[in-house]
């Protein structure tokens, strides 16, 4: 009884030294006033946006410039039954939102604009630089990303543009001046030809000026300057990377196959804007492309051909990174996100900071 008794007053000890030991934590947790101290402010901002993986020896950083809406029910098309492209929402009433529902997402759509830094371990190549200051306040991140990354802008070597549509240019130019100092532009000239020919502009619809005018205002201090080099059609642009003729989202519109020993990365630009949409019907295109049906058939060629090959796609409007696979699976394509991951070789010898 003796013993019963000592263990349940120090039971009932513990429960009273619990209780105060909980009253005094309160007393900590809580305000000046008494009130809880956990109403602090909503933090605003995303962490910076860049990834690093490995491609062989090469290292890639996806940057993000920033996200968009995307004007789905003005922008998407599709060809009628045996006539011509009309906006999905006519051809098609529901379907935007019934695919974008199937991965629990909805109007408005925001869009990523990625672009993507190769570190040869010699050169630093940037593919694509986002919309800079031509798309307002939602985008010009890429310099501030590039930088939490661990690259300067001045270090730069060589940026090569899929094609000169705003989102893709922008980010070269800041108030005039170049942003990429020391670094050579490389476009298909057939783009080049097209966005900087004053007929061009003249004879185009009025939703495309801006493209026009802001591909022309991004590129002036680096013509001015001598380093702008076009290419012409396909073939090596530098070591490890090989411009593939794409046309159909804009005449010239270039894709990049980069390859360091075995592994491959195909840096496609605008070869999918909404890839809830355009991978299960790779007909649905864009008011923005020269050639609808062009881009299509481009799209559904690279399908098929990353399908087969397993190469990795950077892609400059999926969901940040925007890298990944594609993956054929009862005649539909399907995206396969890169795996998360924070383990990657250290960088290769020699690697330009």
Known sequence: ???????????????RLGGACALALCLVLAGPSGGPRAAAPQVAEQAPGFYHMMLGRFQVTALLDGTHTFPIPTVLQRPRDGGPRALLSE????????????????????????????N????LVLIDAGAGDLYGSCCGRLVANLRAAGYAPEAVDEVLLTHLHADHVGGIMHDGKAVFPNATIRVSRRDADYWLDPANEA?????????????QAALKPYRDAGRLIPFDGKGEVLPGFVAVATPGHTPGHSSYRVTSGTETLLVWGDIVHVAPIQF????????????????????????????????????????FPGLGHIRVEDGRFSWIPANYTTVFHAQPPGATR
């Open 1 to 15: 009884m003796t013993g019963l008794r000592r263990h349940s007053a120090s039971a009932g000890s513990f429960r």
């Open 91 to 118: 051809v098609r009433p529901g379907e935007a939102e019934s695919r974008l529902a199937r991965d629990f997402l909805a109007l408005p759509f925001e869009g990523s604009i990625n672009a993507f830094l190769i």
């Open 120 to 123: 040869t371990g010699s050169r």
């Open 203 to 215: 004879a185009a619809p009025p939703f495309l000026l801006p493209m026009f005018r802001g591909a």
């Open 280 to 319: 299960p019907d790779p007909q649905v295109t864009v008011t923005y492309d020269t050639d609808g049906a062009g881009a299509e058939a481009r799209r559904e060629t690279l399908f098929s051909e990353a399908a087969r090959t397993g190469a990795w796609i950077g892609a400059a409007h999926i969901s």
